[in-house]
T-cell receptor, first 115, second 116 residues
Framework: GDSVTQMEGPVTLSEEAFLTINCTYT??????LFWYVQYPGEGLQLLLK?????DKGSNKGFEATYRKETTSFHLEKGSVQVSDSAVYFC??????????????FGKGTKLSVKP | GAGVSQSPRYKVTKRGQDVALRCDPI?????LYWYRQALGQGPEFLTY????????KSGLPNDRFSAERPEGSISTLTIQRTEQRDSAMYRC??????????????FGPGTRLTVL
């Protein structure tokens, strides 16, 4: 079945460092891909998304490009801030059949940014 | 406007008791989803509704779990005869539509269920 694999955490960076969180997926067809973020004490929020190959999703300085050839959707940010400390989840929405509605999540990657 | 709300935020119950978890979606959202999240894991799909119709319940782990959305708005997830392995965060989400461009899911704060 469809699945998402993302890099294990935790990831600890200094402020202004470059961030990459790897995400790869296994899916039939052309899923939509998402990054969700969970700040401490809060619920899940959509950070960015891409719905077709080569699309780039971006928000708050974060970017991710839908790479069908490598089945990847890696999250990047050029200069992280302390306020980016959170848990990041990669997810996909299948593109076929009755399960088009649900999201399939990776395990999450905890990011801690030190001042 | 108001986001997705869930109640209670925390629930502690004894093994064997039934629990009902409530989700109030964003007004006007057609689709409603339930997920379960164990500690250190990502959310895992349980079931979802379009309006009052349950479209997919393939993620419900067994027949002790059921969900309803009788009027196409508020939904209740019921767990009968709870077991310790049911302890988790239960998350609800809603979206304007189930598929297509308006399928962004907005999540509630979750209900933390602890079964003693």
């Amino acid at each position: 079945g469809d699945s998402v694999t993302q890099m294990e955490g935790p990831v600890t960076l200094s402020e202004e460092a470059f961030l990459t969180i790897n995400c790869t997926y296994t899916a039939t067809g052309y899923p939509s891909l998402f990054w969700y973020v969970q700040y401490p004490g809060e619920g899940l929020q959509l950070l960015l998304k891409a719905t077709k190959a080569d699309d780039k999703g971006s928000n708050k300085g974060f970017e991710a490009t839908y790479r069908k050839e490598t089945t990847s959707f890696h999250l990047e940010k050029g200069s992280v801030q302390v306020s980016d400390s959170a848990v990041y989840f990669c997810a996909l929405s299948p593109s076929y059949g009755g399960s088009q509605g649900n999201l399939i999540f990776g395990k999450g990657t905890k990011l801690s940014v030190k001042p | 406007g108001a986001g997705v709300s869930q109640s209670p935020r925390y629930k502690v119950t004894k093994r064997g008791q039934d629990v009902a978890l409530r989700c109030d979606p964003i007004s006007g959202h057609v689709s409603l989803y339930w997920y379960r999240q164990a500690l250190g894991q990502g959310p895992e799909f349980l079931t979802y509704f379009n309006y009052e119709a349950q479209q997919d319940k393939s993620g419900l782990p067994n027949d002790r779990f059921s969900a309803e959305r009788p009027e196409g708005s508020i939904s209740t997830l019921t767990i009968q005869r709870t077991e310790q392995r049911d302890s988790a965060m239960y998350r609800c989400a809603s979206s304007l539509e189930g598929i297509g461009r308006n399928n962004e899911q907005f999540f509630g704060p979750g209900t933390r269920l602890t079964v003693l």
